[in-house]
């Protein structure tokens, strides 16, 4: 498996207040991705990085920003979170041949 | 804008059957399409790859094949196992740069194998 983990894997929080969930990789790739999965909606991109420091918006990015200060790190933050980013959070990465890896995720309620 | 359909969206069939998992996809413009497994409460599995310039790819049981002129691909599995329970999803990427590149993922097959 490839080495990717996700922090925390369970939270929850209150509405209004600021979330950062954390992605960890092992396998120096360039290429780290956020996903959101909610039922009748399957899975959609949030935001994804090229390399440390350069990422771009993906389907559903409002209300979200990301970080990247090292390559093993992408970092996702809900400034405010709402009831609506209840979701689970998958992590990605991919590889040389472009097949992706995909973390165990982090289960997130906004009360 | 690229939109992927996955039919039926469930299946239960008895052990030992061979069976086909659909995908279809609404623009050409592929530069491959990703097959992969995912377990409740778990994250996605990679399973097969297939990039836009070829017609299949098979890895043991599985065998994954692409019509990219008219949108489709199939995922066959030998010999299912009771072990191969899952939801299955097809992701195609496009053949964009930027963003417009990204994976564009099926909502799933849900797979039952009964014993």
């Known amino acids: 498996d490839a080495g990717i983990t996700q922090s925390p894997r369970h939270k929850v929080t209150e509405t209004g207040t600021p979330v950062t969930l954390r992605c960890h990789q092992t396998e120096n790739h360039r290429y780290m991705y956020w996903y959101r999965q909610d039922p009748g909606h399957g899975l959609r991109l949030i935001h994804y990085?090229?390399?440390?420091?350069?990422?771009d918006k993906g389907e559903v990015s409002d209300g979200y920003s990301v970080s990247r200060s090292k390559t093993e790190d992408f970092l996702l933050t809900l400034e405010s979170a709402t009831s609506s980013q209840t979701s689970v959070y998958f992590c990605?990465?991919?590889?040389?041949?472009?097949?992706?890896?995909f973390g165990p995720g982090t289960r997130l309620t906004v009360l | 804008k690229q939109e992927v359909t996955q039919i039926p969206a469930a299946l239960s069939v008895p052990e030992g059957e061979n069976l086909v998992l659909n995908c279809s996809f609404t623009?050409?413009?592929?530069?491959?399409l990703q097959w992969f497994r995912q377990d409740p409460g778990k994250g996605l599995t990679s399973l097969l790859l297939i990039q836009s310039s070829q017609r299949e790819q098979t890895s043991g049981r599985l065998n994954a094949s692409l019509d990219k002129s008219s949108g489709r691909s199939t995922l066959y599995i030998a010999a299912s196992q009771p072990g191969d329970s899952a939801t299955y999803l097809c992701a195609v990427r496009g053949n964009y740069g930027g963003s417009q590149g990204n994976l564009i993922f099926g909502k799933g097959t849900k797979l039952s194998v009964k014993p």
């Open positions: 990085s090229y390399g440390v420091k350069d990422t």
């Open positions: 623009d050409s413009a592929i530069y491959n």
């Open positions: 990605a990465i991919s590889d040389s041949t472009d097949t992706q890896y």
